[in-house]
């Protein structure tokens, strides 16, 4: 495969992302290229794409917060605001996961891994607390005729069950620390996610 490059996302990138978004999870609202450039204006350096051959093939936009994962979690569209993500603050002490996808044609060849990987650089390097997000649970909709959400997240963390999207995180360093439920209207999901944690190694003894 030739190379992707990991980068900050452009004005010009917004359509690409927008093409390939669609889990957003804000109910029937989907962001408009617009509001994904207010979230390059807001906080640049947050805001990531893969580019491979010059194409956009994933991106990962994040925000800062104050709202630590260790206080009462807040469902998606509360943690954000809205979708010009008015909650975005730029002295908040963590980094907050407003979305991440790779495009499903390039998937399974560490793009996802590699956006990670710039994330949590980019804590390092801004010296936050860390980086937390609602993992969602995009395998539940294999299992949801035989167990509830909360049954199949258990399995999940224990290891019983491997969910495409939270197990690739856990493999890539995050906690996962609870179950919320009502975090999103995406049924495939149980309209659910699982709280997970990566606390910067440089600043733990905060
Ligand atoms: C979750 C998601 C972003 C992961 O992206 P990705 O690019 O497929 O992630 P990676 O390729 O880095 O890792 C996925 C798996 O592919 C494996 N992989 C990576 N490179 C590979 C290669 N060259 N050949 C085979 N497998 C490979 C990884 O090891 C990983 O498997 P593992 O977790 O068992 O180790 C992607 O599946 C996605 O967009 N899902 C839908 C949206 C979603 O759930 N977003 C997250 C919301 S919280």
């Known amino acids: 495969m030739s190379e992707v490059i990991i980068y900050n996302a452009r004005p010009e990138d917004a359509e690409a992302i927008c093409r390939i978004g669609g889990y957003f999870p804000a109910g029937s609202e989907s962001p408009t290229p617009e509001n994904i450039r207010n979230h390059i204006w807001q ?57 991440f996808v790779v ?41 949801c005729h035989q167990m509830n959400i909360r049954q199949y997240a258990e399995k999940v963390i224990r290891g019983e069950i491997s969910d495409p ?22 049924p495939a999901a149980g309209d659910a996610a699982m709280l997970i944690v990566w606390k910067n190694p440089q600043q733990i003894s905060i």
């Open 103 to 143: 495009d499903s044609n390039y998937r399974r060849k560490g793009i996802g891994t590699r956006l990670y990987q710039a994330r949590f650089n980019l804590v390092k390097k801004l010296g936050l607390r860390g980086f937390y997000a609602g993992g969602m649970l995009m395998g539940y909709q294999h299992y």
């Open 43 to 99: 906080f640049p350096e947050g805001q990531l794409v893969a580019l491979l051959n010059q194409r956009v093939v994933g991106f990962a936009l994040t925000m800062r917060t104050n709202h630590s994962p260790d206080e009462h979690p807040l469902p998606w569209l509360d943690a954000v605001g809205d979708l010009d993500i008015s909650n975005h603050d730029p002295d908040g002490l963590w980094l907050y996961g407003i979305d």
């Open 165 to 186: 999207t939270v197990t690739m995180q856990m493999k890539r360093g995050f906690r996962p620390y609870r179950l919320i439920e009502n975090y999103t209207c995406y």
